[in-house]
């Protein structure tokens, strides 16, 4: 229950901080892209915006996920109310588990209207919505609770700006992981194999998230696949935020 409060005040401060207005820039992203690009498609209208709009779905939560992440915990740490809430009979773990939690459903939340407009956009153009979108739309909120461990987890132990900014070096290197190893196996033997085999196995696969290709082509995915891209999410959600938890609960303040 005290890690159930400590969610839901994250939820509410992370509404107070008006972080559901970046709806708004996916409804730029999605109508405005939707109007001008795809009258230059060449008859692939459909597809591109269908692509487009998972795009969008993964660049906005992204966005959305590091600003109010980046300085979730620091700013408790600033304010010195980290000190009244730990002084209570509340484990750190606790703690860190509750702003995930907070954030999650945030996360869930500026999701679910992401998917409802783009689920909207393409059955105005389309007369109909195709599973292969919304699965495609359901594995990028993987990504999503896999970004959101990261964000806690950096913002336990440094500033907010970087904790930004590292996170957005996970997203972009998350994407291109499977290179990392491809560049390992071309450098075999030196020291950079090893660095590149060692980012390879930290890094999130977040190209395990991205079915855009078969959402533009209508293409299911395996339910192999699909049990495994969960698996992944919550073991690596998991590991990240306690790691996190045993970074924080060795912190002191003062």
Known sequence: ??????AWNTFREARRDRAQWVLLL???????GSLVLTPLSMGEGYRMTRDLGLAGLSLVGMILIVLVGSGMVQKEIERRTVLTVLAKPLRRSEFLVGKYLGLMAMVTLVFASMVALLAAVIWLREGRVEPAVLWAAAFTYGEFAVLTAV?????????????????????VMGHFAGDLLRFADRVHGTFLALIARGAYIL?????????RAQAAYGVLPESDLVLAAAAYAA??????????????SAREFR
């Open 1 to 6: 229950m005290k890690t159930f409060a400590i």
């Open 26 to 32: 996916y409804v730029v992203i999605v109508l405005g």
């Open 151 to 171: 964000v806690v987890a950096f913002s336990t132990f440094v500033s907010p700006a970087l904790a930004g900014v590292f996170t957005l070096a996970v997203f």
């Open 203 to 211: 890094l999130p696969h977040l190209d395990t998230f991205n079915l």
């Open 235 to 248: 073991l690596y959600a998991f590991s990240t935020v306690a790691m996190a938890s045993a970074i924080f």
